[in-house]
């Protein structure tokens, strides 16, 4: 435990890519596999449940620190971060424990789920006495599942490959699931992920999925795009779905949905169980599920004759139940958009042109012969700017806009483009004029900094007699380092009332925020639901007042 508490310290401490990875190489080559495997587990994103009520464990320091409630409070708001602030507040302790870190894992800290308060109150302190400063922190991040720290999965990927002297590509397949709620992360799989390459390693994949290849954000103006792409005919353009990227495998007579978020989501789809009958083993496909229903006289431009891509929001609806009832498989049907193939009767097909992997795709698909097994279309054009003419539909579709991907260019791990070239070519964000309400401190290097705001718009036109603000969105990213320093500033002068972390502040701030997506929503005060929200520049220019309302939020909807 005191080994990766020392390994986080200096990834904390550092922004240098070089320092990260060097410090990850020498802990992997220290560390025993049964330590390696949870901390490659927790350092590529893998985090498990909350462990223990975030109030235990507030009311058991404030117990054993001897502080008054209010005073642990405020040092809470003074640090910004639970776990450091009861390091900080505990007494100091001598490091006397000589576990590693799956041995705290495994035997000290996951029994505690489920445990009473009254048990908590007799172990955790206990635990907690064995542990200097450094480890106790660490200790209460991963029981509160808030760990977090600046390492990127690829990084990871790379100290490991650098370490067992293998590709790193070979190691980014291999690490694919590794990090799902449903694995348990064992000496067994780490050695795995360092092993030497064998040749039967692809016979025994199971149902483990490839790497996703991800896009670059593609922004210059179309008439740009014969100079830095060559012409329309070497690229193969499809619409840009909003739904979830995901796999579909099928090896071994079953049958494996996986989501880009590396999450097995078979059991969320159980209209894709007769797939297992009409794929061949040996197939990997890659595409897009979204919620479809059926539109009068096959209106969708894009699929004729065929049902209609629906919002995001209600294939989210779906997603938020924990059981799938009859009613909301009826309600939100799905299919999977098909636009790659990865496998065939057992064969990697990575390395075959994007030409030859759609032509075998759309013979899949066609011979599969399934309602929810489609193939996204591909889109013709002239030129440029002609699909840039076709592009303004977006919207009208319920798409994001268009992707476009280099006819030979092979699948590739991440977003890279030693493999050839995929470009998003997203339409430009809704937008409105909101009103800074509310602010809380962010995270890591954020943490004494209020960086996360609640945003608001009017419910009323100017000329209303009365208007009132009402939050809408939430966002944290968009502005300079430089602008969040000044933010931070006028947040604390302005504060009029604290929930908490929470500070109500004065309206005076106004921001364009920008977002992919937009509907109704009943869990909402506003009625409305955005997707992905952002700052996208603070406008200084305008006051409170000029903000925009709820017309202008319920116009956007249409």
């Known amino acids: 435990m005191k080994a990766f508490a020392e390994l986080y310290a ?6 240098s890519s070089n320092a990260k990875l060097a410090a990850m190489q020498i802990y992997f080559a220290q560390a025993s596999p049964q330590d390696a495997a949870w901390a490659v587990y927790f350092l590529a994103g893998g985090r498990p449940r909350q462990l223990v009520p975030v109030r235990i464990l507030r009311e058991l320091a404030v117990t054993v620190s001897g502080l008054q409630p209010w005073l642990f409070e405020e040092s809470y708001q003074a640090v910004g971060d639970l776990a450091e602030t009861i390091s900080l507040v505990l007494p100091v302790a001598h490091h006397r424990s000589t576990e590693g870190l799956a041995t705290w894992i495994e035997d000290k800290l996951l029994p505690l789920r489920g445990e009473s308060p009254s048990v908590l109150a007799q172990q955790l302190p206990t635990l907690w006495s064995q542990l200097d400063r450094a480890s106790l922190m660490l200790c209460i991040k991963l029981i509160t599942g808030s760990f ?14 650098a370490m067992a002297g293998l590709d790193s590509k070979r190691v980014a397949q291999r690490m694919v699931g590794y990090t799902d709620l449903s694995n348990r992360p064992s000496a067994a799989s780490y050695l795995k992920l360092i092993a030497a390459e064998s040749g039967d390693e692809h016979a025994q994949r199971g149902g483990q999925p490839y790497p996703f290849f991800l896009a670059h954000a593609l922004s ?5 795009f014969e100079a830095l792409l060559g012409p329309a005919s070497q690229w193969l353009v499809e619409w840009k779905w ?21 999450e097995l989501v078979t059991e969320r789809f159980p209209e894709f169980d007769h797939l297992v009958h009409g794929l061949p083993d040996g197939t990997v496909i890659d595409g897009e599920i979204v919620a479809w229903k059926s539109a009068p006289h096959g209106t969708d431009a894009s699929l ?6 629906q919002p995001f929001a209600l294939l989210q609806q779906r997603l938020g139940r924990k059981t799938l009832g009859k009613k909301i498989l009826e309600e939100v049907p799905v299919v999977i958009l098909a636009y790659d193939l990865l496998e065939w ?43 840039a003419q076709q592009r303004e539909a977006s919207r009208s579709l319920g798409v994001e806009g268009m992707m476009l991907k280099a006819r030979d260019s092979l699948y590739g791990v991440g977003r890279t483009k030693d493999m050839g070239a995929w470009w998003k070519w997203k339409v430009d964000p809704f937008s409105v004029d909101a009103v800074l309400i509310y602010a809380q401190r962010g995270n890591g290097r954020r943490a004494n900094l209020y960086s996360d705001y609640t945003f608001a718009v009017w419910d009323g036109p100017p000329d209303a007699s009365e208007r009132t603000l009402v939050p809408f969105a939430k966002a944290y ?39 992919e997506g937009i ?3 009943k869990r909402h005060k506003s009625g409305i639901a955005v997707r992905f929200p952002r700052m996208l520049r603070w406008r200084q220019d305008k006051s409170v007042e000029d903000a925009d309302d709820l017309g202008t939020l319920q116009k956007l909807l249409g």
């Open 304 to 309: 004729p004759g065929i049902p209609a891509v």
């Open 148 to 161: 977090r720290v600046g390492v990127y999965r690829q990084l990871v990927t790379r100290a490991l490959a």
């Open 477 to 515: 990213s968009g502005l300079t380092d430089e602008e969040l320093r000044q933010v931070d500033s006028i947040v604390r002068k302005t504060t009029v009332e604290k929930f908490g972390p929470v500070n109500s502040v004065k309206p005076s701030l106004v921001f364009e925020l920008g977002f």
């Open 519 to 521: 509907a109704l929503s």
């Open 220 to 224: 210059q103006p179309a008439g740009q």
């Open 345 to 387: 009767h057992g064969a990697d097909w990575r390395n075959q042109s994007l030409a030859k992997r759609r032509t075998q795709l759309e013979t899949v698909v066609a011979t599969c012969n399934s309602p929810v097994l489609l193939a996204s279309p591909v889109l013709i054009g002239e030129n440029w700017l002609d699909l």
């Open 242 to 262: 909003d739904g979830i990227r995901a796999q579909v495998i099928k090896r071994d007579g079953r049958l494996w949905i996986w989501s880009r978020g590396e």
């Open 10 to 15: 200096e990834l904390d401490a550092t922004t």
